[in-house]
Every structure is written in structure tokens, then in C-alpha cells.
């Protein structure tokens, strides 16, 4: 079984932008530089046949590339877990490309995904009550921003668990036109 997500990553400035933005807080569970992407798609545990259909369809995908840029900061939270992300401004051209990307996964017999689609970068994750820390964060950020930085294309990821935490390994690139 392979674990699939598809993903824009971020080019290296960008990246270091939001590293700049993560502190020491022991509160978190911090990215590093090599899980930081905006998901497009998590498609979770395929059979190899599935994910070679899969990466067929995600390579016919056509679109033009496009420009994102940092915008502001948020949170999810569940009961006792949360994520704090960096948002990305235009939202229209990665939804576009979301919803191809869904359609593609349709086409070879996936599930469709039940969730909003939510374009973001998770920065840190978190465990228990962490209201002030969360929130001091948010505060520290809220104005966390960058300029334009080009889209060219995007990214079929396999995610390894370990009890490190996720690797992400590109098994295809999608060039944007």
C-alpha cells in the first residue's frame, strides 16, 4: 500500500519565510523545511495499480501556472488537537487546480473528498488545551505575508510514517503550462 498526496511545494524562499515565522515553543509540533506544501488532494493508503492510474490522470491535468502569495495566518482545531497554517492569496487559481486534481481522482474510482477545500500550509500541530499559546501565536503573525511567488507546477507525494514523523518523497511532477 502506498500512502498519496498531492501537493504544491513551496519554492525555497517562501519556505524560509515560514520557518522565520515558527519560534521555539515547545507547545508545537514545528514543520521542517521538507513537509512545508500546500495539499492539493490527501488520497491516502492505494493499492499500486490505483496509484499508477492515478499519477495517468494527475499527468493529463492541464492548466496554466499561477502566482500565490502568503497571506495571514489561522488555525483548525478538533477537541483536544489543532493545527496552526499560513494562508494563500489568490485562493481561485489553487482551487481550480484542487478541483482537477479531484476530478482526476474520481476518474480512476476514489472516494470523493467530503471536506471544504481550504488552501493552507500547516506550520505546527498541537496536542491538549494550548488557548494562550495558540492564540499568542496568531497574535505574534497575523501579519505574516509575502510577495507573489510563481505556481509551475505540482506534485504526487508518498508519505512514510515513522516514529520520527512523516517523509514526503515526490513520485511525480506535474509541470503547470
Not at 524560509?16 to 508545537?28: E, G, P, R
Not at 490527501?42 to 493499492?47: A, L, N, R, S, T
Not at 485562493?91 to 481522482?105: G, I, Q, S, Y
Amino acid at each position: 500500500m502506498h500512502r498519496l498526496f498531492v501537493a504544491i511545494r513551496p519554492p525555497e524562499p517562501i519556505r524560509d519565510l515560514l520557518i522565520d515565522a515558527m519560534d521555539d515553543s515547545a507547545d508545537f509540533r514545528w514543520q521542517d523545511d521538507q513537509q512545508l506544501h500546500l495539499t492539493l488532494r490527501f488520497i491516502g493508503e492505494v493499492d499500486r495499480p490505483v496509484g499508477e492510474d492515478l499519477a495517468d490522470a494527475l499527468g493529463r491535468i492541464r492548466t496554466d501556472g499561477f502566482d500565490l502569495r502568503i497571506a495571514g495566518v489561522g488555525r483548525f482545531e478538533q477537541r483536544s488537537s489543532g493545527a496552526l497554517w499560513a494562508g494563500v492569496e489568490p485562493k481561485a487559481p489553487v482551487a481550480a487546480l484542487a478541483a482537477k486534481v479531484e476530478r482526476a481522482c474520481l476518474a480512476v474510482g476514489l472516494e470523493p473528498e467530503r471536506r471544504a477545500f481550504h488552501p493552507h500550509i500547516t506550520l505546527a500541530r498541537w496536542k491538549g488545551r494550548r488557548t494562550r499559546e495558540v492564540a499568542d501565536f496568531l497574535e505574534r503573525s497575523r501579519g505574516l505575508g509575502s510577495e507573489p511567488f510563481e505556481v509551475a507546477d505540482f506534485i504526487l507525494f508518498e508519505s512514510r510514517l515513522s516514529r520520527h514523523g512523516a517523509h514526503y518523497e515526490p513520485v511525480a511532477t506535474y509541470p503547470l503550462s
